[in-house]
C-alpha cells in the first residue's frame, strides 16, 4: 500500500491497537511479519500508521495473536476499510491536522462528554464567540487564518445537528458561562443558542456553579469521544504544545471516572437550565 505522509489521528490509532494486540500475544514484528508474508519494516509502518492494511491481513493477524474479542476485531476492520473522506478534508493544508482529527473523531464518534471550564464547549460555541476565541490569540492570527477556524468550528457541530446526532453532554462550569470572551450581546446570545441545544433529546447540559463544596475538578476540562467499543474511545485534551489525544486503557479509565465524579457533583438538567436563564437575565 501507498506510504502516508502524514497518517491521520485515526489511521495512527488502528496502527497502535494493532501492535497492542501484537504485543499482548508476546510476538515480535518480524514474527508476524513472517506469518503474514511481509516484512518486519513493512509491520514496522502499519503499526505506526503510515501505511495501511487490507480486511484479510488484518483478520490473519488477528487469528494469529488468538485474539478473541470479536467487536474489537470488526471495529478494526470497519476503521481500515472506512474510505471516507469527510467534509474536514477541504481543511488540509489550510488548518493544522489537529483540526482535521478531531473532526474525523467527532464524526466517527458513538457519542461525547465534554467538561469546560473557561470556555463553552466548540460544539455549543455560536459564531461571534469562537470568531472573539480565535481574535484573542496571541500572536494575532490575521483574518485569513481566524476566517478558516470559524468556519470549521461551526461545520463541527453536524454530529449533533445532523438527522442521526450522537449523544452529547456538556458540564460546564460557571466561570465558562460569566466570562465575556465578546461583548455583553455575544455573551447574552451565546448563552441563549447553549439553552437551545439543551432542549434537544440527545443533548445534555449540566452546570458546576461556583458555591459547590467540595468540587476540586476545576482543572479537568477535556473532551471523551466514545467509539464503536469502549477500547476505542478516545479523550482529548489541550495541551501547551497543541491538541492531545489519549488512548490508553489505563488512561481512559481514569477519565471515565473523573467524567462520572463530575457529572455526579454537577446541577440536574433543569436546575441547569435554570441556572443559565438567571444569568442571562443578570447581562
Known amino acids: 500500500m501507498t506510504m502516508r505522509n502524514q497518517p491521520t489521528a485515526r489511521q495512527v490509532r488502528l496502527g497502535s491497537e494493532l501492535r497492542k494486540m501484537r504485543e499482548a500475544a508476546g510476538k515480535s514484528a518480524r514474527e508476524v511479519a513472517g506469518l503474514l508474508g511481509s516484512s518486519s519494516t513493512h509491520m514496522s509502518q502499519i503499526e505506526a500508521g503510515s501505511s495501511g492494511i487490507s480486511e484479510e491481513r488484518l483478520r490473519r493477524l488477528a487469528a494469529h ?68 476565541l480565535f481574535s484573542y490569540m496571541a500572536p494575532e492570527l ?15 457541530r453536524v454530529v449533533i445537528e445532523r438527522p442521526d446526532p450522537i449523544t452529547y453532554e456538556a458540564v460546564i462550569h460557571e466561570a465558562a458561562l460569566r466570562i465575556r470572551v465578546g461583548n455583553r450581546s455575544v455573551t447574552r446570545t451565546q448563552l441563549e443558542r447553549i439553552l437551545e441545544f439543551s432542549d434537544a433529546e440527545h443533548i445534555t447540559v449540566r452546570v458546576i456553579p461556583f458555591d459547590l463544596d467540595d468540587f476540586a475538578g476545576a482543572g479537568s476540562a477535556m473532551g471523551y469521544l466514545g467509539g464503536p467499543v469502549p477500547r476505542l474511545d478516545t479523550v482529548v485534551r489541550d495541551a501547551p504544545h497543541g491538541t492531545a489525544f489519549v488512548d490508553s486503557e489505563a488512561q481512559l479509565a481514569h477519565f471515565r471516572t473523573l467524567f462520572r465524579k463530575i457529572e455526579t457533583a454537577s446541577l440536574s438538567p433543569g436546575h441547569s437550565r435554570d441556572f443559565i436563564r438567571k444569568i442571562t437575565k443578570e447581562l
Open 65 to 132: 495473536c488468538a485474539c478473541v474479542d470479536t467487536e474489537l476485531i470488526e471495529a478494526l476492520v470497519a476503521m481500515t476499510t472506512d474510505r471516507t473522506r469527510g467534509w474536514w478534508e477541504e481543511y488540509r493544508g489550510v488548518l493544522p491536522t489537529p483540526f482535521l482529527d478531531l473532526s474525523e473523531l467527532d464524526h466517527h464518534a458513538a457519542f461525547r462528554h465534554d467538561v469546560a471550564v473557561i470556555h463553552v464547549p466548540g460544539l455549543l460555541q455560536t459564531e461571534d464567540y469562537t470568531r472573539a
Open 142 to 156: 490575521p483574518r485569513s487564518e481566524v476566517d478558516p477556524r470559524v468556519s470549521h468550528r461551526m461545520r463541527r
